[in-house]
């Protein structure tokens, strides 16, 4: 076991665990006003990502198009914020009455497009510079930049104000009734398809956002976000979908053993039993959870 490495390792840990936090979120959103699993945001992430990269580049190095620093980031939080009210009209208005299991499904298959539709478009090869610098700092041996910092705490800021948002406003009350009956909120006269479509809205916006800043870190590639998103999905079943909480306790728990993992605290380690113990933790803390809520829905229930 090595100590020395322990330190960089919780650090690295902790900033990976917050991407995966940050793309997870609108995933608990949209489950809360469709109970359906939003496969959709990980396409919305993918393709805002990747015009990202297109919008950002520089001409004479890529031969695209170069857009303001300020300017592109702006244009894709509108994309995704249009792109999550047109699904969310689609979702919550002409697909209503369709089980939660189709729903589900048609998300996966508009993911699988929009994945298309990027890798069709465009073939990025190279890395573009982070809109918040290029600065460093050390902390416990480990190097992390300014966009890991920024995006932490993004997060932590979003799940704070989301969670006051949830629990101590009228709207909240209204995502927390639909959350919790759909067809009483509609009895009592809430207005159910406009504040679902409204957190759609806000989705979509999230996920390009996520999107730009997971591709600025990491490689920007079509499947990077897709092994992000991937990853998310599972800490947002240890949050059953619907807690924000435990939702980053997941991403938590997910950065801080890959890193420790793949540090080499422990030794060498393969990948693949790597991903065995990461899986095997995180299916464990699942079912513990669970077992204490004793609540849990099933998400292919069928209404």
Do not use: C
């Not at 496969?39 to 990747?50: D, M």
């Not at 369709?98 to 298959?109: H, I, K, M, Y």
């Not at 709207?171 to 909120?185: K, P, S, W």
């Amino acid at each position: 076991m090595s100590l020395e490495a322990l330190g960089p390792a919780v650090v690295n840990g902790t900033a990976t665990a917050a991407f995966y936090g940050l793309i997870a979120i609108p995933l608990v959103l949209s489950f809360r006003v469709s109970r359906s699993v939003a496969f959709v945001h990980g396409g919305i992430a993918t393709f805002t990502g990747v015009l990202y990269w297109w919008l950002s580049s520089d001409l004479d190095v890529a031969g695209t198009r170069h857009w303001p620093q300020g300017l592109a980031p702006l244009a894709i939080t509108v994309l995704g914020a249009v792109v999550g009210l047109l699904y969310g009209l689609l979702t919550m208005v002409r697909m209503k009455t369709w089980p939660v299991v189709a729903v589900t499904t048609f998300s996966l298959g508009a993911m699988l497009f929009l994945f298309g539709l990027t890798d069709t478009l465009w073939n990025p090869d190279f890395s573009i510079p982070s809109p918040f610098g290029s600065a460093k700092y050390k902390l416990l041996g480990q190097f992390v930049t300014l966009h890991q910092i920024v995006t932490l705490a993004i997060v932590v800021a979003l799940a704070t104000v989301l969670s006051l948002l949830v629990n101590r406003t009228r709207g909240g009350m209204y995502v927390r009734a639909i959350a919790d009956d759909i067809e009483t909120a509609e009895m009592v006269g809430i207005p159910v398809e406009w504040v679902a479509v409204a957190v759609w809205t806000f989705s979509g916006a999230l996920s390009a956002v996520s999107g730009v800043l997971i591709l600025v870190f990491f490689r920007v590639t079509v499947i990077t976000v897709l092994i992000v998103f991937l990853r998310a999905l599972v800490v947002g079943v240890l949050g059953g979908f619907d807690s924000l909480p435990l939702v980053l306790l997941g991403a938590l728990v997910l950065g801080e053993v890959e890193s420790i993992v793949g540090s080499g605290v422990f030794g060498t380690v393969s990948s693949a039993a790597r991903e065995m113990l990461l899986m095997s933790l995180l299916f464990g803390a699942v079912f513990v959870v669970n077992h204490v809520r004793r609540g849990s829905m099933d998400l292919l229930e069928v209404h």
